[in-house]
């Protein structure tokens, strides 16, 4: 008897679950499950980022969550493959309120991961294709308003006259995609930021600094970079897209424009946000706020004793933005990590004789090889095959994240035997090198902590050359008149010190404008609880706090790099746009609002 085609099985375990579903049967539909399985889903059965872990957790949630989604309309999309006995298909379907698709992979006939994510609210769908707006109203009318002149007095009124539904604190690569998202789903939103233009939270860092991740990674919703962009974008080259996006996506973006105090009417459901638009004080009242200052907060300065005594030039690396009035002098950079490298370089083409100070053993990857062998679905030769940057996007979010570290070691056995003579190199030079308390790498250290990771762009050649100096293994002491005195006795002298030491969780931004007691209801953010040092547990399987409801209501926070700006964003804008709608999304688990 000839076995099953892969899609076969698919289909026959779909048919299953879709029945079982449709009958309210929730033992028969976690039965299809296999043991160590996982749900991973993006609002459709949970209205929140979650991902479920063993059969009795989703037997759990769906007894809470079966009765209101009615899920229906399972259907495959496109073949099943099969890779070493794991068989993965594709699939949508449908529930109450939206449309879905997903990633099923099974494993003798049962389901070890599954992944559910929502595409569209129905009722509410963005109008793109064949449903994008007309654009024109073809009839003679003495009170036509042209499109420039409807944009003026939007402008005009929003924050005036009419309130925003959503104030985005932050108009990064974050807000801006974020913006651009609630914009195409009809939900009157605000960006602020602090710049005097959009995109100089890339012109203002220094000169050298280029992006670390390649262009297929990178690309904005609703318009990819063109197809001669290069791979690593420069910062001002950037800064410029980023500009030009959101006058293109028409986003309602106040310049040079600061968050002075944000308070909460429980009664009323809604904000009282005071700003700062060019020395005017502005109250705002929107439903939402959500904080897109980055993945992170505000930066970290660490207590340097004797600080008052250093004759010299002492900065944070958010302060720093040329070495150019260093050439010629003596700087030290406290840390090791990407900051501290793009620092160095930057330092030492000035002319500058650098020190690098390293605190804590540093994962480094070259540039050329994680191309080769990390980013292998966001690639030209990707896109020959067809797994566009949305495709590679859904394949990356199917997997849990705790099964990312088991991938990520076998990539890592990789890296380091392809680059050995690169890392002996290194570690000769006195650079401590790791690859994570568990050797899972560069990402999963992203994920847990956001620090101690570099991708290779021509430091580690100038730390192994002799060019940038490096003192590792030995803690500072304190800071002298002349520089750095070391615990082993040792000095280093230096004209100026440049902390490269990272930043806080985005809750202390709550705790500046909002109130402490909010932002300690609210819980930092980042990280996955994975109980590696500087990732605090409890375990949560996602990332903490981030694209989802928080402990404080109508409080969001989004941001992460490009990738993963580009991603959530359409899921923050989705649950916003619900509520706005007034569309019942229960949210099925507590907040995660763990403590540090």
Same mark, same amino acid.
């Given at each position: 008897?000839?076995?099953?085609?892969?899609?076969?099985?698919?289909?026959?375990?779909?048919?299953?679950?879709?029945?079982?579903?449709?009958?309210?049967?929730?033992?028969?539909?976690? %039965?299809?499950?296999?043991?160590?399985?996982?749900?991973?889903?993006?609002?459709?059965?949970?209205?929140?980022?979650?991902?479920?872990?063993?059969?009795?957790?989703?037997?759990?949630?769906?007894?809470?969550?079966?009765?209101?989604?009615?899920?229906?309309?399972?259907?495959?999309?496109?073949?099943?493959?099969?890779?070493?006995?794991?068989?993965?298909?594709?699939?949508?379907?449908?529930?109450?309120?939206?449309?879905?698709?997903?990633?099923?992979?099974?494993?003798?006939?049962?389901?070890?991961?599954? #992944?559910?994510?929502?595409?569209?609210?129905?009722?509410?769908?963005?109008?793109?294709?064949?449903?994008?707006?007309?654009?024109?109203?073809?009839?003679?009318?003495?009170?036509?308003?042209?499109?420039?002149?409807?944009?003026?007095?939007?402008?005009?009124?929003?924050?005036?006259?009419?309130?925003?539904?959503?104030?985005?604190?932050?108009?990064?690569?974050?807000?801006?995609?974020?913006?651009?998202?609630?914009?195409?789903?009809?939900?009157?939103?605000?960006?602020?930021?602090?710049?005097?233009?959009?995109?100089?939270?890339?012109? %203002?860092?220094?000169?050298?600094?280029?992006?670390?991740?390649?262009?297929?990674?990178?690309?904005?919703?609703?318009?990819?970079?063109?197809?001669?962009?290069?791979?690593?974008?420069?910062?001002?080259?950037?800064?410029?897209?980023?500009?030009?996006?959101?006058?293109?996506?028409?986003?309602?973006?106040?310049?040079?424009?600061?968050?002075? =105090?944000?308070?909460?009417?429980?009664?009323?459901?809604?904000?009282?946000?005071?700003?700062?638009?060019?020395?005017?004080?502005?109250?705002?009242?929107?439903?939402?706020?959500?904080?897109?200052?980055?993945?992170?907060?505000?930066?970290?300065?660490?207590?340097?004793?004797?600080?008052?005594?250093?004759?010299?030039?002492?900065?944070?690396?958010?302060?720093?933005?040329?070495?150019?009035?260093?050439?010629?002098?003596?700087?030290?950079?406290?840390?090791?990590?990407?900051?501290?490298?793009?620092?160095?370089?930057?330092?030492?083409?000035?002319?500058?004789?650098?020190?690098?100070?390293?605190?804590?053993?540093?994962?480094?990857?070259?540039?050329?090889?994680?191309?080769?062998?990390?980013?292998?679905?966001?690639?030209?030769?990707?896109?020959?095959?067809?797994?566009?940057?949305?495709?590679?996007?859904?394949?990356?979010?199917?997997?849990? #994240?705790?099964?990312?570290?088991?991938?990520?070691?076998?990539?890592?056995?990789?890296?380091?035997?392809?680059?050995?003579?690169?890392?002996?190199?290194?570690?000769?030079?006195?650079?401590?090198?790791? #690859?994570?308390?568990?050797?899972?790498?560069?990402?999963?250290?992203?994920?847990?902590?956001? =620090?101690?990771?570099?991708?290779?762009?021509?430091?580690?050649?100038?730390?192994?050359?002799?060019?940038?100096?490096?003192?590792?293994?030995?803690?500072?002491?304190?800071?002298?008149?002349?520089?750095?005195? #070391?615990?082993?006795?040792?000095?280093?002298?230096?004209?100026?010190?440049?902390?490269?030491?990272?930043?806080?969780?985005?809750?202390?931004?709550?705790?500046?404008?909002? =109130?402490?007691?909010?932002?300690?209801?609210?819980?930092?953010?980042?990280?996955?609880?994975?109980?590696?040092?500087?990732?605090?547990?409890?375990?949560?399987?996602?990332?903490? %706090?981030?694209?989802?409801?928080?402990?404080?209501?109508?409080?969001?926070?989004?941001?992460? %790099?490009?990738?993963?700006?580009?991603?959530? =964003?359409?899921?923050?804008?989705?649950?916003?746009?619900?509520?706005?709608?007034?569309?019942?999304?229960?949210?099925?688990?507590?907040?995660?609002?763990?403590?540090?």
């Amino acid at each position: 008897m000839l076995e099953m085609s892969p899609s076969k099985q698919a289909a026959a375990w779909l048919g299953s679950f879709s029945h079982a579903l449709e009958s309210g049967d929730v033992p028969a539909a976690s %039965n299809l499950f296999v043991d160590d399985c996982y749900w991973r889903d993006l609002l459709t059965f949970t209205w929140t980022v979650t991902t479920v872990e063993g059969r009795e957790a989703i037997a759990d949630m769906l007894k809470s969550t079966l009765a209101t989604t009615k899920p229906a309309a399972w259907q495959l999309t496109g073949e099943a493959t099969s890779d070493e006995g794991t068989i993965e298909a594709w699939f949508t379907f449908e529930t109450a309120a939206a449309t879905g698709q997903g990633i099923m992979r099974l494993r003798d006939g049962r389901c070890r991961t599954l #992944f559910t994510a929502m595409t569209d609210l129905k009722g509410f769908e963005e109008r793109r294709g064949a449903a994008r707006p007309l654009g024109v109203r073809h009839k003679a009318d003495p009170e036509r308003e042209t499109w420039s002149e409807a944009r003026a007095r939007e402008a005009r009124e929003l924050g005036v006259t009419e309130q925003p539904y959503c104030l985005v604190i932050g108009g990064g690569q974050g807000g801006i995609m974020l913006g651009a998202r609630l914009r195409q789903l009809g939900v009157p939103t605000i960006v602020i930021e602090k710049n005097a233009r959009p995109g100089d939270s890339w012109r %203002n860092r220094y000169r050298t600094l280029v992006l670390h991740d390649p262009v297929w990674y990178d690309h904005l919703p609703y318009i990819p970079f063109p197809d001669n962009w290069p791979v690593f974008t420069p910062k001002d080259k950037m800064g410029d897209w980023l500009e030009m996006y959101t006058r293109v996506m028409e986003l309602n973006y106040w310049v040079a424009t600061r968050c002075l =105090s944000a308070s909460y009417d429980e009664a009323e459901k809604e904000w009282t946000v005071v700003v700062d638009r060019v020395g005017q004080r502005i109250t705002l009242k929107p439903k939402h706020i959500v904080f897109a200052t980055g993945a992170y907060g505000p930066p970290r300065k660490i207590d340097l004793p004797g600080s008052d005594q250093f004759k010299g030039e002492l900065l944070h690396s958010s302060q720093y933005a040329s070495g150019e009035k260093f050439r010629g002098k003596k700087v030290a950079v406290i840390g090791a990590a990407s900051s501290g490298h793009d620092v160095c370089v930057d330092l030492w083409e000035s002319g500058a004789d650098v020190t690098m100070i390293q605190r804590s053993p540093t994962t480094v990857v070259k540039s050329d090889t994680l191309m080769q062998v990390g980013f292998e679905i966001f690639s030209e030769e990707a896109l020959a095959r067809g797994i566009t940057t949305e495709k590679a996007d859904m394949i990356v979010a199917a997997t849990p #994240f705790a099964l990312v570290p088991k991938g990520q070691r076998a990539l890592y056995d990789v890296i380091r035997a392809r680059d050995a003579e690169f890392y002996e190199r290194l570690a000769a030079s006195g650079f401590a090198l790791d #690859f994570g308390d568990d050797e899972t790498g560069l990402l999963m250290k992203a994920y847990r902590t956001g =620090s101690g990771y570099y991708i290779d762009v021509g430091a580690s050649d100038l730390i192994i050359d002799g060019k940038v100096g490096i003192r590792s293994g030995v803690a500072i002491n304190s800071l002298t008149a002349k520089g750095i005195l #070391f615990e082993d006795g040792s000095e280093l002298e230096a004209d100026a010190i440049v902390a490269c030491t990272g930043y806080q969780s985005m809750n202390e931004n709550v705790a500046a404008l909002v =109130s402490r007691e909010v932002a300690d209801k609210v819980g930092p953010c980042w990280g996955l609880g994975s109980g590696v040092r500087g990732d605090p547990g409890p375990w949560q399987g996602e990332l903490r %706090n981030m694209w989802k409801p928080t402990a404080q209501e109508a409080l969001w926070f989004h941001g992460g %790099n490009l990738a993963l700006s580009r991603f959530y =964003s359409k899921y923050v804008a989705l649950q916003i746009k619900a509520r706005m709608e007034g569309i019942e999304t229960p949210v099925y688990g507590a907040p995660s609002n763990a403590r540090r």
